[in-house]
């Protein structure tokens, strides 16, 4: 790989609802109706990913273009893939009873055919900010020739909180040089009175600059190759569980503990933000304001 190939932008977007306004993702929240994706878009570009991937639903295609990926196209390559419930090893089929996608890291192989080396990846929804995607952009520059080094730009856990009850994270264990050795999930996470982040789970307590993972990562095409590699293995165990899923973190911590990859954990200052709940939306619109000042 060589940074002649470019840099590819996933942003995914299959969970978004398919009519304007219709659900948190396509709510304008900008001062001038952007959507949150468009920020993402907008910083990407910026940091010198020349090629835009939206990884969408069929369904939505038309009202996706038009309102969303449409106002991008005559300012990078955007290409639309799509997440297909039946996009599947052969071999396998959907089960009975399965209405749910197979989760991130499926979306992440629903571009497999477009990626053409190393990329970044967010979610459709999430605020990341310019300095956050740009670190990730310069990483996979100056690594183009290191096709199992990844990284994941991680937030302090503080700067991602909602003041409208607890959110789910992935805390970051990290080594003394700075390499990803394990995320684990906690799906209850808040700031109460006594000002302190809880686990309101387990009462455990995290310091304010405790890293988590947005699911902002840095990709090369090994970690594609491995998920597909990978995918039967997941869904024999998934038989029987129809809302089993596929997730980016899962597919990382595999080829981490086998020795497949490693990956960087780049630290950034940034405040991430989203619509977490609805309430969340006045505090985000709010926000958004201040940046355009």
């Known amino acids: 790989m060589s940074t002649s190939e470019g840099l590819d932008f996933l942003v995914l977007a299959a969970g978004i609802g398919s009519r304007y306004g219709g659900l948190k993702q396509m709510d304008p929240v900008g001062p001038h109706g952007e959507f949150i994706l468009d920020y993402s878009v907008r910083d990407a570009v910026a940091a010198g990913f020349d090629r835009v991937v939206f990884v969408i639903r069929r369904d939505i295609e038309k009202d996706f273009r038009r309102i969303a990926g449409g106002k991008w196209e005559n300012k990078v390559d955007v290409r639309y893939v799509f997440q ?3 996009d599947l090893p052969e071999g396998f089929s959907v089960p009975e009873g399965r209405t749910k996608p197979w989760g991130t890291a499926h979306a992440v192989l629903a571009a497999r055919n477009e990626v053409r080396g190393a990329f970044g990846v967010v979610n459709a929804d999430d605020f990341y900010g310019a300095e956050a995607i740009a670190s990730a952009a310069g990483f996979l520059r100056e690594t183009a020739s290191e096709r199992s080094l990844f990284c994941m730009v991680a937030y302090d856990v503080a ?3 909602s003041e409208n009850g607890s959110v789910s994270r992935g ?4 080594s003394g ?3 990803l050795l394990g995320i684990s999930e906690r799906a209850a996470l808040q700031r109460l009175d006594d000002g302190l982040i809880h686990d309101v789970e387990n009462g455990e307590v995290f310091p304010a600059d405790t890293p988590v993972s947005m699911n902002l990562f840095g990709f090369k095409r090994s970690y594609i190759d ?6 039967p ?3 024999r165990g998934a038989a029987g569980r129809v809302k089993a899923e596929y997730q980016m973190p899962t597919v990382l911590q595999s080829m981490l503990s086998s020795g497949a990859a490693s990956l960087r954990v780049l630290r950034t200052d940034c405040e991430w933000f ?3 709940r609805t309430e969340d939306r006045a505090g985000v619109v709010e926000k958004l304001k201040r940046l355009e000042k």
Request: glycine share 8%; hydrophobic share 45%; charged share 25%.
């Open 274 to 276: 989203g619509v977490t």
């Open 171 to 174: 805390v970051c264990r990290v």
């Open 159 to 161: 700067k991602t909180l």
């Open 177 to 179: 040089d700075g390499y």
């Open 233 to 235: 293995e997941f869904l």
């Open 226 to 231: 491995f998920a597909w590699e990978h995918f």
């Open 84 to 86: 297909d419930m039946s």
